[in-house]
């Protein structure tokens, strides 16, 4: 059969040659008629000129073919040919798969083939067409990584391997944490770049028998055969190190930190679509846990996760019905000299549509994610104003605290709002105080203390709330505009026995009268705390257990007002 190299068609095969030229003039796609029994194949040209084929008629196709499927889909790919070779039942090949071109890139194409038999039921042609797949062949515009229809197909593959060979493994997303600042600071251009940046440095460091994917946004993927946690956690670590170089844009330098969620398969799910689910389940989980961690899929946290997303749709009926469901309780505030009452910070509370507390840290950041904490913050601010101004009666100076975060201080009617509601309750503005709530790095401080400086000339005051944590800090301090420090109950439950923080606490409240801002020590529970805040320390506000709870509007006029307020 063959002689120098060269392969002669067999009898078979030149009965079906006239038949077999005629189709392939009809078409673009590539052909093949292999004759079972003796193993020889012939093909279109066009497999021949795309592929680097050794010839129209091929002794073995798979032993060429083989080699040119991506790595990934290989496997599957020859598991297919023994099940029909060895199978009297199996007569249908159907498989979409990567091949490498005579030029080294890979393309994605389906195969559609069938057995046909002898009269004896043996098998005895297997002939199949082979077609390009125009939109899985598009790659990622912006990376030229492979895109979300690859990684679709890449699951699929890999839940197929598994069930071939029972060998699990995992499905890995990241994201950019605050890639939104990029875009909004800038433009998208500057975007597109970093996210290519971050395709090439991620990709450099992925061992070489793994795939990186580019999914909507600026999320990435990794599909992991065989891998456990150490593995998934070694991945991410390199994702971490690899990130942490600048990068330079336009002459801007950027620093990128990421968030992923791992999912195993088949534990996590055994569909594509279910375990793309949880892995972003977990992606999201670990974003709000604090950003820059990778989160392991779990059914606990998953339905925790859930329970949030119902909480979603409840806080939105609860907007959308007049903030029905809210409430403030406020919590008294004593000037630190005489312990006199002289204000008190308003607290958002919310009961769900089943009448259960829900705690303001599950809630509120729900609150900033969807933005509803625009319509909300105005309903605060009218409630407290409407409280304070009955409280006026009996506290001619009394002061009331709202929090304010952000989103709200981008509010561009939110300056008229707050005016307004000045006005209709006839409260004066130096009633009103605004803390600055921030649960994120604040991308342009001209601009807030421009929108503060509006308040501020007015006459209303702004605070730094949880001055020492999260990204309250000197440098908050250095960078904002404001009247009052709020100093974090973290600094104070240990100064009666820790001589650092007795000294922090009081040289941060020499620092903040240096330049005429107000000291408010949050969280004093104890008598011997609120001694040494007053003689030692100086502080100018006192806020805290040891003064008063936070209460209901009711049980706070009972408690503190004497019951003195009049309807």
């Known amino acids: 059969m063959q ?25 673009d796609a590539y ?15 066009n497999l021949v000129q795309d592929f ?50 005579k030029k080294g890139e890979y393309s994605w194409v389906c195969c559609r083939a069938r057995v046909g038999l002898d009269r004896d039921g043996s098998p005895l042609v297997f002939v199949g067409m082979i077609t390009r797949m125009a939109r899985r062949n598009q790659a990622d515009e912006v990376t030229g990584l492979l895109n979300k229809y690859q990684f679709e197909h890449g699951v699929k593959m890999a839940l197929a391997g598994y069930r071939a060979t029972g060998e699990g493994g995992a499905v890995f997303l990241f994201g950019l944490d605050n890639f939104k600042i990029v875009n909004e600071t800038h433009n998208r251009l500057i975007g597109d770049q970093v996210l290519r940046h971050v395709a090439r440095s991620v990709g450099s460091i992925l061992p070489p028998m793994l795939t990186l994917y580019k999914l909507d946004g600026d999320e990435f993927a990794v599909i992991y055969p065989g891998a456990g946690e150490e593995q998934v956690n070694e991945i991410f670590t390199g994702i971490q190190r690899s990130l942490s170089q600048p990068h330079v844009v336009e002459g801007r330098t950027y620093f990128c930190t990421a968030s992923a969620g791992t999912v195993f398969y088949p534990e996590g799910g055994k569909d ?13 989980i670990a974003k709000r846990e604090g950003k820059n961690r990778n989160c392991i899929f779990s059914k606990e946290q998953y339905n925790r996760w859930v329970r949030s997303i119902s909480m979603r749709d409840n806080l939105r009926e609860s ?10 309780f406020f919590q008294p505030q004593v000037a630190a000299d005489d312990q006199r009452l002289i204000g008190a910070e308003a607290l958002l509370r ?15 950041p729900i609150l900033e994610e969807t933005m509803l904490i625009i319509p909300v913050g105005r309903w605060i601010v009218e409630e407290a104003l409407r409280v304070c101004r009955k409280w006026r009666k009996v506290v001619p100076d009394f002061k009331v605290s709202v929090n304010m975060s952000y989103e709200q201080v981008k509010d561009s009617s939110f300056k008229e709002f707050v005016n307004e509601c000045l006005d209709r309750y006839a409260v004066p503005p130096e009633a009103l105080v605004l803390e600055l709530t921030e649960s994120k790095i604040i991308a342009d401080w001209n601009f807030v203390n421009r929108e503060f400086d509006h308040f501020r000339k007015k006459g209303v005051a702004i605070a730094m709330d949880d001055f020492g944590t999260g990204y309250s ?11 009052i420090v709020k100093i974090d109950r973290e600094f104070v439950k240990k100064i009666l026995e820790n001589d650092f923080d007795r000294r922090l606490v009081k040289y941060t409240v020499e620092i903040c009268h240096s330049i005429g801002i107000k000291a408010c020590i949050e969280g004093v529970e104890e008598a011997g705390e609120y001694e040494l805040l007053r003689q030692e320390c100086d502080a100018d506000i006192i806020q805290g257990y040891l003064f008063g709870h936070p209460e209901s509007v009711e049980n706070f006029e009972e408690k503190f007002l004497a019951g003195k307020v009049a309807d």
């Open 350 to 364: 919310w009961k769900n549509p089943k009448g259960r507390m829900v705690a303001p840290m599950e809630f509120i």
């Open 31 to 45: 052909l093949f008629c292999t004759d079972m029994q003796t193993n020889v194949a012939m093909v279109s040209p």
């Open 319 to 328: 907007v959308e019905n007049g903030c029905t469901g809210f409430s403030l």
């Open 272 to 284: 594509c679509l279910v375990l793309y689910k949880h892995a972003e389940a977990a992606m999201d």
């Open 52 to 101: 680097g084929l050794p010839g129209e008629v091929i002794l073995d196709f798979d032993k060429h073919w083989g080699p040119l499927i991506h790595p990934e889909e290989r496997g599957l790919y020859m598991a297919s040919m023994r099940a029909i070779l060895k199978s009297r039942n199996v007569y249908e090949h159907f498989l979409e798969y990567r091949i490498k071109g």
């Open 3 to 27: 002689k120098n190299n060269r392969v002669s068609l067999s009898p078979l095969l030149k009965r079906y040659k006239f038949f077999f030229d005629l189709i392939k003039r009809t078409t």
């Open 473 to 483: 800090s000197l440098a908050t301090l250095k960078n904002l505009s404001c009247d």
